[in-house]
């Protein structure tokens, strides 16, 4: 079975902290995404990733940054959190040329 | 930029009553186009897909063709059941891999 594991499910942060998300897949596919999940919103693209060390603005990039290092693990960074950053975070991969996105459980981020 | 537009829910319908669910997208370049599929307390699932114009992707009596002239990828059932109350994403996938989804319309069936 294809495992994308988010490393935090539930997250209080306090405004202007750095935060990481991490996210691990096992099943070497090469496209990484990060979306976050809102009521009435649906899912917005946050950064998506086609290869190692490469990277490609989504919707709603401002305020968040993104590492890929390794194949396996694409983490999300929140330089300096506000409260409109409360939010559940999604990371999601698939195959190139793949149908089938497998998603994380989330992480959901309070900002204080 | 790439963007999906899906029709603004909820949508209540009777049991039994056809169904269409409004997705319009913007893409540079032959995006692919998906539906998934959301029931309550889980994660989302590939319900179909079509991958070039004039397709028609179909699964558990869902169907949606792939129009490129009014750039369309609408969601259809004849006769919907209590059991298809979900939330339904519209989503496009570029020539690089990205994968944008629309806002979601949730849809509620009564007996």
């Known amino acids: 079975d294809v495992k994308v594991t988010q490393s935090s499910r539930y997250l209080v942060k306090r405004t202007g902290e750095k935060v990481f998300l991490e996210c691990v897949q096992d099943?070497?596919?090469?496209?990484m995404f990060w979306y976050r999940q809102d009521p009435g919103l649906g899912l917005r693209l946050i950064y998506f990733s086609y290869d190692v060390k490469m990277k490609e603005k989504g919707d709603i990039p401002e305020g968040y940054s993104v590492s890929r290092e390794k194949k396996e693990r694409f983490s999300l960074i929140l330089e300096s959190a506000s409260t409109s950053q409360t939010s559940m975070y999604l990371c999601?991969?698939?195959?190139?040329?793949?149908?089938?996105?497998?998603f994380g459980e989330g992480s959901w981020l309070t900002v204080v | 930029g790439d963007s999906v537009t899906q029709m603004e829910g909820p949508v209540t319908l009777s049991e039994e009553a056809f169904l269409t669910i409004n997705c319009t997208y913007t893409?540079?370049?032959?995006?692919?186009l998906f539906w998934y599929v959301q029931y309550p307390g889980e994660g989302l699932q590939l319900l179909l897909k079509a991958t070039k114009a004039d397709d028609k992707g179909s699964n558990k009596g869902f169907e949606a063709t792939y129009r490129k002239e009014t750039t369309s990828f609408h969601l259809e059932k004849g006769s919907v059941q209590v059991s298809d109350s979900a939330v339904y994403f519209c989503a496009l996938k570029t020539n690089t891999g990205k994968l944008i989804f629309g806002q979601g319309t949730t849809l509620q069936v009564k007996p």
């Open positions: 893409a540079t370049g032959y995006p692919s």
């Open positions: 999601a991969s698939t195959l190139n040329g793949g149908y089938t996105i497998y």
């Open positions: 099943m070497d596919h090469e496209n």
